[in-house]
T-cell receptor, first 113, second 114 residues
Framework: GAGVSQSPSNKVTEKGKDVELRCDPI?????LYWYRQSLGQGLEFLIY????????KSGLPSDRFSAERTGGSVSTLTIQRTQQEDSAVYLC???????????FGSGTRLTVV | GENVEQHPSTLSVQEGDSAVIKCTYS??????FPWYKQELGKRPQLIID?????GEKKDQRIAVTLNKTAKHFSLHITETQPEDSAVYFC?????????????FGKGTLLTVNP
């Protein structure tokens, strides 16, 4: 596509529920990244995909967080048993390769109540 | 790992004045330094970047300078306009190893008053 698409744009969920966040990167971009942006904070790295593989998952905050990427394209970030501290904007970015600049999606604003 | 500090956290200027945002980084292997602008409720967008083989880069009213020895880089916006109001993030990426990962500063909220 023309840009990085994320869905949903907003998600309100009850504490303890699972959520899935979707990212559709720019066609042909092999590298995909998830970042988290909390109020007043910078962009916190979560995970990096090269193709369908995730060589760096070091930023995932806990084992409640997981992500996958299929067909070298769409990625899903799953948060299980959501907690209030998970509330944030989750941003996805893609790049042509691991050393090119990022193009960000508009993010998913997650609110856990 | 890399640590990026950004100052100030907020900056208010009058229209037409200049604005300067400064960042320092910790990893001497970093060689790529982009700046992103994020308007309220929108995605971060790359506005300018610099690689470690140059000391300055300009694009119209925006310039970035890099001091590798001191490990700091700065964004300069001249003749500011109200549409420059946004949060600006600096970032750094190292060469080799984890050279895919951008480490971001915490952002600067720039307000340009008409």
């Amino acid at each position: 596509g023309a840009g990085v698409s994320q869905s949903p744009s907003n998600k309100v969920t009850e504490k303890g529920k699972d959520v899935e966040l979707r990212c559709d990167p720019i066609s042909g971009h092999t590298a995909l990244y998830w970042y988290r942006q909390s109020l007043g904070q910078g962009l916190e790295f979560l995970i990096y995909f090269q193709g369908n593989s995730a060589p760096d998952k070091s930023g995932l905050p806990s084992d409640r967080f997981s992500a996958e990427r299929t067909g070298g394209s769409v990625s899903t970030l799953t948060i299980q048993r959501t907690q209030q501290e998970d509330s944030a904007v989750y941003l996805c970015a893609s790049s042509e390769d691991r050393v090119s600049g990022y193009t960000f999606g508009s993010g998913t604003r997650l609110t856990v109540v | 790992g890399e640590n990026v500090e950004q100052h100030p956290s907020t900056l208010s200027v009058q229209e037409g004045d200049s604005a300067v945002i400064k960042c320092t980084y910790s990893d001497s292997a970093s060689n790529y330094f982009p700046w992103y602008k994020q308007e309220l409720g929108k995605r971060p967008q790359l506005i300018i970047d610099i690689r470690s083989n140059v000391g300055e880069k300009k694009d119209q009213r925006i310039a970035v300078t890099l001091n590798k020895t001191a490990k700091h880089f700065s964004l300069h916006i001249t003749e500011t306009q109200p549409e420059d109001s946004a949060v600006y993030f600096c970032a750094a990426r190292r060469s080799g190893g984890s050279n895919y990962k951008l480490t971001f500063g915490k952002g600067t909220l720039l307000t340009v008053n008409p």
